[in-house]
RNA sequence: GGCCCAUUCGUCUAGUGGCCUAGGACACCGCCCUCUCACGGCGGCGGCACGGGUUCGAAUCCCGUAUGGGCCUCCA
């Protein structure tokens, strides 16, 4: 992986990151994280602790400690000269370049695109050490793989056409070739490569917006990738156990938010109660909450069939931690207080409970349920959406709930009942 | 411009010459459930980019066109 500047691990890079694990893993393989840093400033130092949380978070791990391509610096300038010396390559104005067949074709059998050939001639002479002696991306990383053993590079495709010389210094050093797997790129919903403008894309914005990682990585597994067609929600295991450098498609993917979304939801709906409820406390802590502990264990049941990503939760359940400002002319002042007097009415304080007396009065004032709940759930959540009533009520206590009610009721004005 | 790659429902994909009147999932639409929302259930809409071949037979093989993408840096 290449640092990045800011610090933000690309979610492109991560699931083909993802792709080399699941690969590895399920072939007893190793997994090396290597960073193709061009110097060895602070900022490299704390972008790849940045990535190498964001990883760990999402469950991706790999073997040894993290590399870095100019820790081999001197070995890359030991290679390019003994190159020269042996006619493989040049010195040309302080630095020295790679001498590319004049003819010829250079080729290899891709594991996702299949036979790729180049003509030689379309070859330049590429640099392989700088003026300044710090080799190439071009030529560190081939010696690099050679150093390291790669047996199999999966990366991104737009490494297809550095892939032919790599392989023709390889030769000239005389190493074994890898097998090379290019992935298509990740595309944004207009075609273009994921960007901040298409929505969330490091991994720590995902996951400050409430998706858990088990569901990040499911979707990325299968962003390109598909077992069979029919299979779509996997763990980790069946991931790493049935992925295939075969099933990988070739032609690129966009990236569907609504379908993550979907997939959280899924996996945030698997989750015992007890999990969840200690998942939605770790990730509200996360964003700097105080909200009561208690209470927001309290609260998981009633949410977690509801939101898809954890970050919904402050918007649709708030109102079960701080005051709410309903909309006036959602309210009705003469349903308001026939539902003060039922809930204070209400002798044991439960769901059961509230739902018995709010269905009678429903009954008195001849209205149907949904008439008569809609004004009482802007009163007390203020809002039109909300988890259900009369759990709401309940874990609100019935002190807050008359509060709001009768406050609510307050703002419907003296006549009373305004109901549009 | 040159070279390379890709092209199945809006999206992710299954499909590797007959099992395809192309299957699944997300999204969307409708109905049911229902205190809102969501979940769940049922149903629907919707696709092999185009044109030539090869073959008894092509989404699958070949060629061309179109469109999209990548690279062409002493960037990675």
């Not at 959602?330 to 002798?347: K, S």
């Amino acid at each position: 992986m290449a640092p990045s500047p800011t610090g933000f691990l690309h979610i492109g890079g991560v699931r083909t990151f993802l792709f080399n694990w699941l690969f590895a893993r399920g072939r007893g393989g190793e997994c090396l994280l290597r960073i193709e840093n061009t110097d060895t400033s602070r900022e490299v130092a704390e972008s790849v602790e940045q990535i190498e949380r964001s990883l760990r978070w999402l469950g991706i791990d790999w073997d040894g400690a993290t590399t870095f391509q100019l820790d081999r610096i001197e070995r890359c300038q030991q290679e390019a000269e003994r190159l020269v010396e042996e006619g493989a390559a040049y010195e040309d104005e302080g630095a020295i370049r790679f001498r590319m067949p004049n003819d010829g074709v250079t080729g290899w059998d891709d594991a996702v695109k299949g036979r790729i050939e180049f003509p030689s001639e379309q070859l330049e002479d590429v640099v392989l050490v700088r003026g300044d002696g710090r080799p190439t991306y071009n030529f560190a990383s081939p010696v690099e793989d050679w150093l390291d053993g790669i047996t199999h590079v999966i990366r991104g495709d737009d490494h297809v056409s550095n892939t032919p010389k790599q392989i023709l210094i390889l030769q000239a050093l005389g190493a074994e070739l890898p097998v090379y797997a290019h992935v298509p790129n990740v595309f944004g919903p207009d075609g273009r490569k994921l960007s901040k403008r298409h929505g969330a894309v490091s991994v720590d914005e995902f996951r400050a917006a409430g998706y858990v990682a088990p569901a990040l990585m499911n979707f990325l597994a299968l962003l390109g990738w598909a077992p069979d067609g029919e299979t779509t929600i996997m763990s980790g295991g069946e991931l790493v156990e049935r992925f295939t450098l075969e099933h990988v498609g070739a032609s690129p993917a966009t990236f569907d938010y609504a379908k993550l979304d979907w997939m959280n939801g899924v996996y945030l709906r698997e989750l015992a109660l007890d999990e969840y409820a200690e998942s939605l406390l770790a990730y509200l802590r996360e964003l700097g909450s105080d909200w009561d502990a208690q209470r927001v264990r309290a609260a998981a049941p009633l949410v977690q069939e509801k939101i898809a990503r954890l970050g919904e939760f402050p918007d649709f359940a708030g109102f079960l931690f701080h005051d709410v400002e309903p909309d006036p002319s959602l309210l009705d002042g003469t349903i308001l207080a026939a539902a003060a007097e039922a809930i204070a009415g209400v002798e044991s304080f439960t769901a059961d409970g509230i739902e018995a007396a709010l269905r009678e009065l429903c009954d008195r004032l001849g209205l149907k349920p949904r008439q008569a709940f809609q004004p009482i759930r802007v009163a007390v959540t203020g809002s039109k959406i909300s988890p259900g009533l009369y759990e709401s009520l309940q874990l609100l206590g019935r002190d807050e709930s008359l509060e709001r009610l009768r406050r609510a009721s307050g703002l419907t004005g003296a006549s009373g009942s305004s109901a549009r």
